[in-house]
DNA sequence: TGTTAGCACTCACCCTTATTGAGTGCTAAC
DNA sequence: GTTAGCACTCAATAAGGGTGAGTGCTAACA
């Protein structure tokens, strides 16, 4: 079974390879993390250890390396204590400069920054659209017979779309058409305004496609997140890490990263912890399957959560990584909740 | 003197090379591409093409590999014969689905098709805006203090941006403001709205925070493309290359492409020619040394032009590249063209 | 019974040393 | 001007040997 030493071994282990990468022996730990405990008594643990399934050995004559089973006790330990240090949130503000607020370039500063504290590989998405409450819609001529669809909503978060009006419209049509459904919509979230809008559509039977076009639009962006941004940062920055000196496990970690969709899918997890943390396996995604991806969220208002993460190697900095998330968190949640007022 | 034999040989090395990335020797000329020449003689000739620049030699019992100035020589060459094959445009075609039209989705769809078609990285740019005729502006408001700035142009491309209103406005009086701004700017181009705005500002004091807020939008649209958006696709394609092998190289490339202001320079050459070619150093970019980069122009509306191109290693398929970009221009001219009317 | 010292064994890694073969340059003959 | 022949070069590959980090096992010790 698994004692407390047995833990302190295991743990001595995981910090040292998250460290420097190469397997650890016996010796190491012997002698780095003073155990007061002889390398054969260390060797006797690790054997143990390995059978429980908490170490691999890559061949038999050299040292251990954790398995995903040990980083996920590691995490689980890491987050029952609370332990996540602070010292990234001055980090954080110091390259935040707070100039901008366009939700684009603030969500694409933040991988950015992201990326290069962590030197990991970052993600950041703007929050999914159900929860949001509309503030105003309004709807902007293009062309004689389609229209711009802008709407606003809590936190300042606009989305638009071109949409087929149906028939000649003149700006002053649209603009009472917007006024009208503004009054209607405003304080209601995109669900309900789905229903809302349904309503209005019998009453209004002259503009039904045009009516259809801002459902059509609205369901999109309620829906499953399909419209909501994402943005990276450090995509290179896997190829500091040893473990990915083959070009061909870089060439499919960076195919993942080209296709949103998938990633879009891994960070849609809108789970109430404050951190998910997939290791390896985990992940569901066969090609990050040597890879660990660390979520948090930052509240936008009531219910409006968006998501930003990390990916970097299974042997991740966690703590480090837990610690500037949290800060980036916040940092989020004030300069986009900011836009409130 | 470079004699018309000499170019033969010149050619079939670097095709050769282009499709094998080794080292072609004169034994392999000789054999595969039916000169009636015995090695011997192109061993003569060859000598001579290094002499002459068009030739280096990675070292001494290897065989041969172009130069810059080859490449240069090849594809000059390959655009005075106007030598475009028209094949890649029927794949364009079947590729680019026109269900969407919103130019955003448009640009990162064509690059998904560039890179999936050329196998290269590839960059569609928007148009810069200084030559766009504003068709229409509107302001929506955001919160008590701030609005959004839509502004509709030629090609329907929309661009927006929050600004500072400076004092409480309701969306009426915004609106009367949309309107009479739309009324004196429509069918000016960017860079004329400057000038006219100046203008009214010096005429409506009370409104001074909201009119510079537009300008200094509207001179940042204009202004060298900074708010042109910058779509990629195939970023990891690179590394399929033999010469990317080294993760080093392939580090260096990839972070080149996270900078995207760097890549926008590149880009923003708004030269007459049809192709524009950068080989290896002519980049400008000490990262990009041993890559070509090739752009096209696609029209949309009189004086606008946007930008695609595709960036690979120096032995790139030029021809088909230059059929690819040219089929893939005159999409996107019809499809963003189209929103015209 | 848990801990430690000792020892034989394994195996990736590195270095050195052939071996191979593609390719060149030169020369002499056609 | 072209070609055959030959000596030479040198990257790439393979093969061999030494090194050292690390293990597992056993026997002695506290």
């Known amino acids: 079974m698994m004692d407390a030493r047995k833990f302190r071994i295991l743990q001595a282990i995981i910090d040292d390879y998250i460290l420097t990468a190469i397997p650890v022996g016996s010796r190491t730990i012997s002698k780095k993390y003073e155990m007061g405990l002889s390398s054969a008594t260390i060797r006797n643990e690790m054997s143990d250890l390995e059978e429980l399934g908490y170490l691999d050995q890559p061949h038999v004559s050299a040292g251990r390396v954790p398995s995903a089973k040990a980083y996920r006790l590691y995490v689980d330990q890491l987050l029952a204590r609370g332990m996540i240090p602070t010292a990234a949130e001055t980090d954080v503000r110091h390259y935040f400069g707070d100039r901008t607020r366009?939700?684009?370039?603030?969500?694409t500063h933040a991988a950015q920054v992201l990326s290069g504290l962590t030197h990991y590989t970052s993600l950041v998405m703007t929050p999914k659209?159900?929860?949001?409450?509309?503030?105003?819609?309004?709807?902007v001529p293009v062309t004689a017979t389609s229209a711009l669809v802008v709407i606003v909503t809590d936190g300042g978060i606009m989305r638009d779309t071109v949409i087929n009006v149906g028939k000649d419209m003149d700006s002053d049509t649209l603009y009472s058409i917007s006024r009208m459904l503004t009054e209607r919509l405003a304080n209601h979230t995109l669900s309900e305004a789905q229903s809302i809008l349904r309503e209005i559509g019998g009453t209004m039977k002259e503009n039904s496609q045009l009516l259809s076009g801002i459902m059509e639009f609205v369901d999109e962006t309620e829906g499953r997140g399909s419209k909501a941004k994402l943005a990276l940062g450090g995509t290179s920055n896997i190829l500091n890490y040893p473990e990915y000196?083959?070009?061909e496990k870089a060439r499919n970690f960076l195919s993942v990263?080209?296709?949103?969709?998938?990633?879009?899918?891994?960070?849609?997890?809108?789970?109430?912890?404050?951190?998910?943390v997939r290791i390896g396996p985990e992940t569901g995604i066969p090609e990050l399957s040597d890879c660990s991806l660390v979520t948090a969220t930052y509240r936008l208002g009531d219910n409006t959560r968006g998501t930003i993460g990390v990916i970097g190697p299974t042997r991740m900095q966690y703590g480090h990584v837990f610690s500037v998330l949290n800060a980036m968190?916040?940092?989020?949640?004030?300069?986009?909740?900011?836009d409130k007022e």
Do not use: P
């Open 257 to 276: 990263l080209e296709t949103k969709e998938k990633l879009m899918r891994l960070l849609d997890n809108q789970s109430e912890m404050a951190f998910t």
């Open 329 to 338: 968190g916040q940092q989020l949640s004030e300069l986009l909740g900011n």
């Open 245 to 247: 000196n083959d070009v």
């Open 102 to 107: 366009q939700m684009e370039d603030v969500i």
């Open 129 to 139: 659209g159900a929860e949001l409450r509309i503030r105003n819609l309004q709807l």
